[in-house]
């Protein structure tokens, strides 16, 4: 459902306040384009606060997350990015692309974000559960009705409509080896292209390292029904995975503290205000300038 109202009606001038599901248990966020969202602003080092939606409040166009900056709701990450990027000179995390790093940086962000992340979609219309349990879910931080709801009808509703979309997307239709051989070929393609690589494209972050570390943070760090993706990741793509605990130390050193705690926002948050472009070199000039 849309909404009409301002998520933050009262807000702080030049605060970017992203507007997404509450935490979970095993991973900050069970949704990619969450956890893209927010790790790709810590890495380009913008002021944010997270703002829970409580499951019921969604971008204008429908879907999670958004963002709300200076009393504008931006919706789709792609189109968030493009716009923060611009409103906060950021553009020198992508500039040193050259046209074919640029072609592949396109390539490989769609091949994440329309092929791996309805892996675990599907992943999710099988075991939807684990959105609402205490342990990995986000059980703790939903009040009590509404707990008690998701799990009477919520999740079945849930459920019936991520088949849905799945079946029409094409994926739900495969057999468990067809689905596998997918993500398979996606990730390895994934792990060839990132090489020894720090990022994908060398030293500095782009937004596919954002995407990707949302997409796969899915399939590697939420427990699914099956762990042969997982253990694939783990044991047949040493560069990805070796990257994915890179972005965890360099960008999530409250992934812990979130996980134990339910915090939407913690220190991290406030170190930013500074305007630091964390752990990101190519980000310290433009950010003095903010
Ligand atoms: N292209 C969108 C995708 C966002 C998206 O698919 N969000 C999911 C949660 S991870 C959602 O809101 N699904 C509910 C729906 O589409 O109705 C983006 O990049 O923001």
């Known amino acids: 459902m849309g909404r009409s109202q301002?998520?933050?009606?009262?807000?702080?001038?030049?605060?970017?306040?992203l507007v997404q599901i509450p935490r979970a248990g095993c991973i900050p966020s069970l949704s990619p384009f969450c956890l893209k969202l927010e790790t790709w602003l810590r890495m380009a080092g913008i002021r944010y606060q997270n703002i829970d939606n409580k499951l019921t409040n969604n971008s204008s166009k429908g879907q999670i997350p958004f963002v709300e900056l200076n009393g504008r709701e931006l919706n789709d990450t792609n189109f968030i990015i493009g716009e923060l990027t611009q409103y906060f000179s950021r553009e020198s995390m992508e500039m040193h692309l050259n046209t074919e790093q640029a072609a592949n940086l396109h390539s490989y962000l769609r091949m994440t974000e329309e092929s791996l992340r309805w892996v675990v979609v599907v992943e999710r219309s099988k075991n939807g559960?684990?959105?609402?349990?205490?342990?990995?879910?986000?059980?703790?931080q939903?009040?009590?009705?509404?707990?008690?709801?998701?799990?009477?009808?919520?999740?079945?509703?849930?459920?019936?409509?991520?088949?849905?979309?799945?079946?029409?997307?094409g994926y739900g239709r495969f057999s468990e080896d067809e689905l596998?051989?997918?993500?398979k070929s996606d990730l390895k393609a994934l792990d060839g292209f990132l090489g020894k690589k720090r990022?994908?494209?060398?030293?500095?972050?782009?937004?596919?390292?954002?995407?990707?570390?949302g997409v796969v943070g899915e399939l590697l760090y939420a427990p699914s029904s099956k762990d042969t993706?997982?253990?694939?990741?783990?044991?047949?793509?040493?560069?990805l995975s070796g990257f994915m605990e890179r972005v965890k130390v360099d960008f999530w050193p409250d992934w812990e503290e979130i996980l134990k705690t339910g915090a939407m926002n913690t220190?991290?948050?406030?170190?930013?205000?500074?305007?630091?472009?964390?752990?990101?070199?190519?980000l310290q000039d433009t950010t003095t300038k903010l």
């Open 6 to 17: 301002l998520m933050k009606p009262e807000f702080d001038k030049d605060m970017v306040y």
């Open 199 to 213: 990022f994908f494209f060398g030293d500095r972050p782009t937004r596919l390292d954002a995407s990707v570390f």
């Open 267 to 282: 220190a991290y948050n406030d170190s930013l205000q500074q305007d630091r472009g964390y752990s990101n070199p190519a």
């Open 180 to 183: 596998n051989a997918v993500a």
């Open 229 to 239: 993706i997982q253990k694939f990741i783990q044991l047949e793509c040493p560069n």
């Open 129 to 140: 559960e684990i959105f609402i349990t205490d342990q990995v879910g986000m059980g703790r």
């Open 142 to 169: 939903l009040s009590c009705p509404k707990k008690f709801f998701l799990r009477i009808i919520g999740i079945r509703f849930l459920k019936r409509g991520l088949k849905g979309s799945v079946q029409k997307q």
